[in-house]
């Protein structure tokens, strides 16, 4: 690669490619360090796996049989890795809780840009692709928006290990090792029991790998082996689960969310907007990589694409990040290079670098530079956004649950109104169970292992109540009926991060509650609201 660092005698060298891959490694850590280091609170979610920590240690970190979360009720099945790695830091490091759920994360997350950098280079080959397929993944938001929260304490290192598992196993596809072979599987069992979702990336993987790499049984049999190893390494945690709730429990989790397959699909399709400009614009970049690829009778890449897309249902969007960065990766490579050959300086120019990207050309130096540049503008203002991800529990919520710990009974129920635009976006419903130990009627983070679709019915109470914000107390009151939900106290807040002083009542529902003599005014502060039901 022809970027290039200068020795003492003003001699030019081509920056090599690992040179390259550590300062985009620095480019995209220093996007997700600014969501990270803007607040003091791990952003939006985590609340739940806090919690679960707690459990683990409190249990002397044998799994507990039921999570303490929100009622108590909620089987502790989810894979327990990151549980360990989170509790024994806390415990035997003393760093706190929070400080993890705010880093761990955000490291993972980092880590996961030079080890794409490998899977690339096992896939692509070629130096100038491989570099910015990698700058493209680590500007490209589904790749990090979900590991750098505090749920990331899961999900980030389920995606690192799930890159490390495939560059072990395309590079054992393409020139069979023993080494690469049990690469493979164990990073696959790492995955297994860190997210279950990042284990069906793999599975999906395998087969389109399998498919263009080795047509053959003895291949194939290796592979099969691959997926009893992953079994038997992970058999502690999943048959401890089985003895105790029975394989339903997987079904229950696997049926959970009401996913389907034509979401990804018209994502893919542009047929639904996506809040973040660079991830449309990658994805038009890949389309023409799949022309690219398709021309040089390679279609590896867009198949894996597309069968993420049909098949991935719970989050297409993520796994979408691995073939689209290097399909786009490719059609950077194939317009750079074709500038470099059409608006060289002179002829002698032109003819030199025409097998190749030269970097020392301005045109290409100023498309790399304003690209990247307004790549790092459209990642970072996604934090102003008003339906930003990426926002965290302000100081006023997180007083007024210290509040409610103290001076609620310990089998209080509430319901927390805070009219989120989703029911995965309802950080401050996750994080108040966790900060008050209460219940709340409206949050359904973990309710995906509980039988008849309970999260479904949790999720579909907090949409009737978010459209009970103009409607008043009536459509509320309603809600409560058909839900049958015994609760005595509401809380409400907006969790704003403004600096100035927000009205007083910014609903309807706010404000025929604040009125109606059934209900008391117990706590206030400058953003939260709490009543008690007499």
């Avoid at 500007?139 to 928006?145: D, I, R, T, V």
Wanted: contains cysteine; hydrophobic residues 50%; proline residues 4%.
């Amino acid at each position: 690669m022809k970027w290039t660092s200068h020795k003492g005698t003003g001699e030019k060298k081509p920056l090599s490619l690992i040179g390259m891959i550590v300062l985009i490694t620095l480019i995209g850590a220093v996007v997700r360090c600014f969501y990270v280091f803007s607040v003091s609170f791990p952003l939006n979610d985590g609340g739940m796996f806090y919690v679960m920590v707690r459990d683990l240690q409190a249990n002397a970190f044998r799994l507990p049989l039921y999570t303490s979360y929100n009622g108590g009720n909620i089987p502790y099945a989810y894979p327990p890795l990151p549980f360990y790695l989170a509790a024994g830091l806390n415990q035997w490091l003393g760093i706190g809780l929070i400080s993890l759920l705010r880093f761990l994360p955000l490291l993972f997350s980092i880590a996961t840009i030079p080890v794409f950098a490998w899977l690339a280079q096992e896939v692509l080959a070629e130096k100038h692709p491989v570099a910015l397929a990698t700058l493209v993944f680590a500007l490209l938001s589904p790749a990090y928006e979900w590991e750098i929260m505090g749920g990331g304490l899961t999900r980030a290192p389920a995606l690192l290990f799930t890159l490390v598992a495939l560059a072990f196993l395309v590079r054992w596809c393409r020139k069979p090792d023993w080494k690469d072979w049990v690469g493979g599987v164990v990073f696959s069992a790492l995955t297994a029991l860190c997210h279950l979702e990042m284990l069906w990336m793999l599975a999906l993987s395998l087969p389109v790998i399998y498919l263009y790499y080795r047509k053959d049984w003895q291949h194939l049999t290796h592979l099969i082996l691959a997926g009893v190893g992953v079994i038997a390494l992970t058999a502690p945690w999943w048959g401890t689960v089985i003895s105790r709730f029975g394989f339903q429990i997987f079904f229950d989790a696997l049926h959970s969310g009401n996913f389907n397959w034509q979401t990804p699909l018209a994502t893919l399709l542009g047929l639904l907007p996506v809040q973040d400009l660079n991830e449309t614009v990658f994805t038009l970049i890949a389309l023409v990589g799949v022309f690219v690829m398709l021309r040089k009778r390679n279609s590896f890449l867009p198949v894996w694409w597309l069968v993420f897309a049909v098949l991935d249902m719970r989050s297409s969007q993520r796994s979408m990040t691995i073939p689209l960065a290097m399909l786009a990766g490719v059609a950077l490579t194939a317009g750079l290079a074709w500038i470099s050959r059409s608006l060289g300086t002179n002829e002698t120019e032109k003819i030199s670098i025409s097998a190749g990207i030269d970097f020392e050309n301005r045109w290409v130096k100023g498309i790399l530079i304003v690209g990247v540049t307004l790549a790092i503008f459209h990642d970072l203002i996604g934090f102003y956004l008003p339906d930003t991800y990426l926002k965290s529990l302000n100081s006023e919520n997180q007083a007024a649950m210290a509040w409610v710990q103290a001076n609620t009974e310990a089998d209080s129920q509430f319901l927390v109104v805070d009219f989120p635009s989703g029911w995965h976006l309802d950080l401050v419903g996750e994080w108040f169970p966790a900060l008050t130990g209460r219940k709340s009627l409206l949050t359904g983070q973990g309710q995906e292992w509980l039988a008849n679709n309970q999260q479904l019915k949790t999720v579909t109470a907090l949409n009737d109540v978010n459209d009970c914000r103009w409607m008043g107390l009536t459509c509320l009151q309603q809600v409560v009926e058909e839900n049958q939900f015994d609760y005595q106290y509401v809380y409400f807040t907006d969790n704003s991060d403004s600096v100035t002083k927000e009205p007083l009542f910014t609903s309807v529902l706010a404000y025929e509650v604040a009125q109606n003599s059934g209900y008391t005014l117990i706590y206030q502060n400058e953003d939260v609201r709490i009543y008690r039901k007499k």
